[in-house]
């Protein structure tokens, strides 16, 4: 059994607490290309450069903090998908980062997308993405959601409770279709990861438990209602996993299902979902999936199992979120202050925090940060990059080495920051979110406009 993975238990997920800060990097101005996006280099002035961008044009021209998406990167990372699981389906997961620009992107690329929201849903509707290639989630869908993804033609609905199903059945009814729908069930296999993420246990919010019998009681639901098509189940393990020991796990126990479908229903289900959730590198020594090598491997468990009991092979659909647009985004500060606490460490003050990145104070994230704007020969200094709102819990970066003489004004990079930051991003402390700007080729495009404090006060009355 892996480390990384495990049957869910009184003790899942825990955080190892920082029982001693990272070594000092041999080379403080190198940019590690495992973590950092693949078009991220230090020009020979010194200055940071994504997508052929000088970091100093994108915030003299932006203004920080600032939200910086590698398109060549995130277009890479799609048709590395596309490509390594060319006879299955691949539908990103728009929680980690969505705006229409993405969308777009993703409609080109032949992917398809996963949506958690009415809102998701719109985004994508709107720039006239297919909505065959869209699957609806959530665990409680309201029915001004569930109707308009009906009306829409969603490609997929994956329903999350019995109420869901009567829901579901009662609006189709009414609307006249047939939704394809997918059963999300909880395996009791999770990602070793943290809490917060970790999503296949029993006792959390998402599916339906395989262990007490409601997924085998929601299958026999959604076969009783001629207006709903059951075509598969569907399940996610967690977030930030390096390698397939948890879905060889979950694949073994929802063959299970597969098979008591059969005996019992006579029903053979053609689509099997086993969710996303692989991680990245976020700091030196960190593992990533090397994505041929995952969906071979995924592939390979899937044909095994349903061999093994005697099923034909369904086809299989993966939901990579961060994975595609995680290492695309880096984060644009500028150094507000800086402050030497002797003795322990010294505290760089950038003029964002948690209010774009909440991560690190939520569950933990680690991140690797540099300083942008010029090389620096002088010694690494032991810092923490910390926000400007009032919490002494608004940290970017807990553990990380600066070079001593950095200063007021000085711009520092946070890597891998294109999931779920702006997607978490909130007005703590009447902050306006920051822009989101696309690089490639030399040129940089707002793609997300960043706020003012005219949209903060819009609609106080």
Not at 52 to 67: E, I, M, Q
Not at 86 to 91: P, R
Not at 219 to 230: D, G, K, M, N, S
Not at 247 to 252: L, Q
Request: glycine share 10%; net charge negative; charged share 25%.
């Amino acid at each position: 059994m892996s480390r990384y993975a495990h049957p869910a238990g009184d003790r899942h997920a825990e955080m190892m607490p920082h029982e001693r800060p990272p070594l000092a990097p041999a080379d403080i101005n190198r940019i590690n290309p495992a973590i950092w996006s693949r078009t991220s280099t230090r020009a020979e002035q010194g200055a940071l450069t994504v997508g052929g961008v000088d970091v100093r044009d994108l915030a003299r021209d932006h203004g920080t903090p600032l939200y910086v998406l590698d398109e060549d990167d995130v277009r890479s990372r799609m048709r590395d998908y596309a490509t390594a699981f060319a006879d299955s389906d691949v539908h990103y997961a728009g929680k980690a980062f969505l705006c229409k620009e993405i969308v777009r992107w993703l409609r080109d690329e032949g992917l398809g997308l996963d949506v958690a929201s009415g809102g998701e849903l719109a985004v994508a509707l709107s720039v006239g993405f297919p909505p065959e290639r869209i699957t609806m989630h959530g665990n409680n869908k309201s029915a001004a959601e569930l109707t308009r993804a009906l009306e829409a033609g969603v490609g997929h609905i994956v329903v999350d409770s019995f109420e869901e199903i009567a829901r579901l059945g009662y609006h189709a009814e009414r609307l006249g279709k047939r939704p394809k729908v997918m059963v999300r069930v909880t395996t009791g296999v999770e990602a070793h990861t943290h809490e917060f993420i970790a999503t296949a246990h029993d006792d959390q919010k998402f599916g339906l438990s395989l262990n007490s019998g409601a997924a085998a009681e929601a299958v026999r639901r959604i076969l009783a209602l001629p207006q709903l098509e059951l075509v598969g189940l569907h399940s996610h393990i967690g977030s930030q996993i390096v390698d397939t020991a948890g879905f060889e796990v979950a694949a073994r126990r929802l063959t299970t299902l597969l098979v008591q479908i059969k005996d019992e229903h006579g029903v053979v289900l053609p689509e099997l979902d086993l969710g996303g959730g692989y991680g990245i590198a976020y700091v030196d020594g960190d593992e990533a999936p090397d994505i041929k090598e995952l969906a071979d491997g995924l592939r390979e468990i899937v044909t095994k199992v349903c061999v093994d009991a005697g099923l034909p092979v369904p086809r299989l659909t993966v939901e990579p979120g961060r994975t595609i647009v995680g290492p695309g985004g880096i984060t644009l500060y500028e150094v507000g202050t800086v402050k030497d606490v002797e003795g322990l460490r010294t505290y760089v003050s950038i003029d964002g925090g948690m209010s774009d990145n909440v991560r690190t104070a939520l569950y933990g994230a680690e991140y690797t940060a540099v300083l942008a704007s010029r090389e620096s020969q002088a010694q690494p200094v032991l810092s923490r990059l910390v926000g400007k709102h009032c919490e002494s819990g608004d940290i970017i970066v807990r553990d990380c080495h600066l070079p001593a003489d950095l200063a007021p004004g000085d711009l520092i990079a946070v890597a891998a920051t294109g999931a779920y930051c702006r997607s978490l991003a909130s007005n703590y402390n009447y902050l306006p979110r920051p822009a989101v700007v696309a690089v490639s080729r030399g040129e940089s495009r707002v793609i997300v406009q960043g706020e003012t404090e005219d949209d903060l006060l819009r609609g106080q009355l």
